[in-house]
């Protein structure tokens, strides 16, 4: 096995200049990163950066918690965050909590115990104890909280302008002439979610539209069991709503399922909107009518600035941060 002072024999470089490239802890000319960065490849050498963390208490490494990584969005979101912890020579562990508070818990801790200098969290959306971002925060863990924002809690976060985003996509519903918009919710105890049915609500306000609350239809982020929620209320008998606008990509998918069910067409018999791109969006016959979150900058955003609290401190006032989001009109909202 390559030793680092073999690496430093390759390079013609000193071992103090090899470790300085490797742990980033003091700046090296160019020239001298590129030779070491050679040797290390020709050598195929590989430090050890857990007996390194003991020493230094500096592991360069990231850990970001997730909900599912089977929604397209967060894939995206862990790209960004990826690319900006690169970019600073740190590594990116990504894990799944299932939507599950006590999951989530339960990653914490392990996070912690890989010695993870800050954390990326989408907080769960079942019940999760607010201690528990104080908890590793205080351990002198920096937090960044991205896309759900978490109630009470100062901790710096980033995610879309979610009212604004949500009534962008109902006034494009609007103006294309749909008046009984029924809207598709995740569950509310996520305050995103309660954002994006605030902006809803504000589109009809200002369109002068009468709010029908038989047309907000609160779901979870389930497909099959949106689709079950959407199909009873698509067939029960009371007037149809003439467009649905949904406000994540798995009630999207769901919604989608249940128009299929009932037999319906979009948009010749029902149009269509939801926030979030679907990841098979390609596929779907019409196309669907989007609003799309910087799923990437958010990451990215989210990773610069637990960055700059690994290396700044924590001493300054939390950054609250939300990015805007675009429509992409298609064919799934076309006026009728």
Known sequence: MPSIKK???VAGVSVGTVSHVITGSVNVSEPLRLKVQAAIRKLNY???HVARSLKTSRTRTLGIIVPDLTIPFFPRVIRGAETAARKRDYSL???NSDDDGERQKDLLSLLRSQRVEGILLVVAAAPTPLNQISLIIDAGIPVVCLDRIPDRVPVDTVSVEDLDAAEMGVNHLLEMGYRRIALVTGP?????ERRRLQGYRQALQRAGVPEDEKLIWTGNLRPADVAAL???RLSNGVPRPDAVFSTN???????????RDCGLRTPEDIGFATFDELNVDDLFSPSITTVVQPAYDIGYRAAEILLDRIHEGCDSATTTLRLPAHLEVRASSRGH
């Open 46 to 48: 590989h430090p050890n």
């Open 7 to 9: 690496v430093a024999e």
């Open 230 to 232: 959407c199909r009873v």
């Open 188 to 192: 509310v105890a996520l305050k995103n």
């Open 249 to 259: 990509g798995p009630t999207a998918l769901g919604t989608l399922r249940a128009f």
């Open 93 to 95: 562990i990504a894990v």
